[in-house]
């Protein structure tokens, strides 16, 4: 049975050696790695859903690399960029870092200088992972909030009283309390602070 790798490293180059040459380095670290010769060979393949990095010659075939960047950021792929170069420039490595590359690397590089920027990517990649798996669980856990647990949410995250609180929504204090328990246990938090946290996390916004 293929053992699933954990990450990956996807090479676009249209110089072969390259692509080689990179294969190589890659799988000497014990990282899997796929190469393509454009942009669109890469967009026609189903990229999993672990922790990646896109390894990115800027002067390709029909779409540039930097166009390309611009091409995934618009389709929502949020995969950190290490751009490669034989012909780079002041102003095209400053416009691909602005955009969020995580390093602009002239060809010929050092073989540590793209492992240190690709092991780099990949933490990266893996920590926005993480946080997009950690949102998803909170927000399944408001979810299971009823309405009125929501009204009461808000209004505890406001800083409100549960004497206030009561008086707000025109139920009594004990009322309050029952709720506020109940959305403590539902949404797992320990303190106010923790649920503080995750309203800010849900984008949750405070009551007036």
Same mark, same amino acid.
């Given at each position: 049975?293929?053992?699933?790798?954990?990450?990956?490293?996807?090479?676009?180059?249209?110089?072969?050696?390259?692509?080689?040459?990179?294969?190589?380095?890659f799988?000497?670290?014990?990282?899997?790695?796929?190469?393509?010769?454009?942009?669109?060979?890469?967009?026609?393949?189903?990229?999993?859903?672990?922790?990646?990095?896109?390894?990115?010659?800027?002067?390709?075939?029909?779409?540039?690399?930097?166009?390309?960047?611009?091409?995934?950021?618009?389709?929502?792929?949020?995969?950190?960029?290490?751009?490669?170069?034989?012909?780079?420039?002041?102003?095209?490595?400053?416009?691909?870092?602005?955009?969020?590359?995580?390093?602009?690397?002239?060809?010929?590089?050092?073989?540590?200088?793209? &492992?240190?920027?690709?092991?780099?990517?990949?933490?990266?990649?893996?920590?926005?992972?993480?946080?997009?798996k950690?949102?998803?669980?909170?927000?399944?856990?408001?979810?299971?909030?009823?309405?009125?647990?929501?009204?009461v &949410?808000?209004?505890?995250?406001?800083?409100?009283?549960?004497?206030?609180?009561?008086?707000? &929504?025109?139920?009594?204090?004990?009322?309050?309390?029952?709720?506020?328990?109940?959305?403590?246990?539902?949404?797992?938090?320990?303190?106010?602070?923790?649920?503080?946290?995750?309203?800010?996390?849900?984008?949750?916004?405070?009551?007036?």
């Amino acid at each position: 049975m293929e053992v699933k790798p954990e990450q990956i490293v996807f090479v676009v180059d249209d110089d072969e050696s390259m692509r080689v040459a990179l294969t190589y380095l890659f799988r000497s670290m014990s990282l899997h790695v796929e190469v393509f010769s454009t942009a669109t060979a890469l967009l026609e393949s189903t990229l999993p859903n672990i922790a990646s990095c896109l390894v990115l010659d800027i002067r390709l075939p029909g779409v540039n690399g930097l166009e390309f960047q611009d091409v995934l950021a618009k389709a929502g792929i949020h995969i950190p960029i290490v751009f490669m170069t034989g012909h780079g420039d002041i102003p095209m490595s400053v416009k691909a870092m602005k955009a969020g590359a995580i390093d602009f690397l002239p060809k010929p590089f050092r073989d540590q200088d793209m &492992l240190d920027a690709v092991i780099r990517a990949l933490e990266q990649d893996r920590k926005r992972r993480d946080g997009e798996k950690a949102v998803s669980r909170l927000r399944h856990l408001f979810e299971s909030l009823t309405p009125r647990e929501r009204e009461v &949410l808000a209004l505890v995250i406001s800083g409100l009283m549960n004497k206030q609180i009561a008086h707000r &929504l025109e139920v009594s204090e004990i009322t309050v309390k029952i709720h506020r328990g109940h959305v403590m246990k539902k949404m797992e938090a320990r303190s106010l602070a923790d649920l503080v946290r995750m309203a800010e996390l849900l984008g949750i916004k405070r009551a007036n």
